[in-house]
């Protein structure tokens, strides 16, 4: 499996951004997904994931009622829908596909990993 993470750039406060993670493999479209995101100086954070039907999400708190995560199956592309955003949302953001198992919120779960995308959040 391969991932490829896009969509990131500058933003204003308040604004929004919709990240994409094109994935390739046979067995994408069974795999639980989901994005973290690593600021400056910072340990990785769970954003959140979706399993492979699309009927469960879950999010970090942090973000929880301004990011959406939502999937497109036939064209193995995940996305993060990101709301009102702020500047402590300031981070690489990293997609990341689970071959097996339940939707997890630990990215030591997770088998492939994209090689991130930069999200900047400005005032």
């Known amino acids: 499996v391969q991932l490829q993470a896009f969509g990131g750039g500058l933003a204003q406060a308040g604004g929004s951004l919709r990240l994409s993670c094109a994935a390739s493999?046979?067995?994408?479209?069974?795999?639980?997904m989901g994005w973290f995101r690593q600021a400056p100086g910072k340990e990785r954070e769970f954003v959140g994931t979706?399993?492979?039907?699309?009927?469960?999400?879950r999010y970090g708190g942090s973000v929880k009622g301004r990011f959406t995560i939502s999937r497109n199956n036939p064209q193995k592309t995940v996305y993060l829908q990101m709301n009102s955003l702020k500047p402590e949302d300031t981070a690489v953001y990293y997609c990341?596909?689970?071959?097996?198992?339940?939707?997890?919120?630990?990215?030591?779960?997770?088998?492939?990993w994209g090689q991130g995308t930069l999200v900047t959040v400005f005032s």
């Open positions: 990341a596909a689970r071959a097996t198992g339940y939707t997890s919120a630990d990215a030591g779960d997770y088998d492939y």
């Open positions: 493999g046979r067995t994408v479209s069974s795999s639980v």
């Open positions: 979706i399993n492979w039907s699309g009927t469960i999400t």
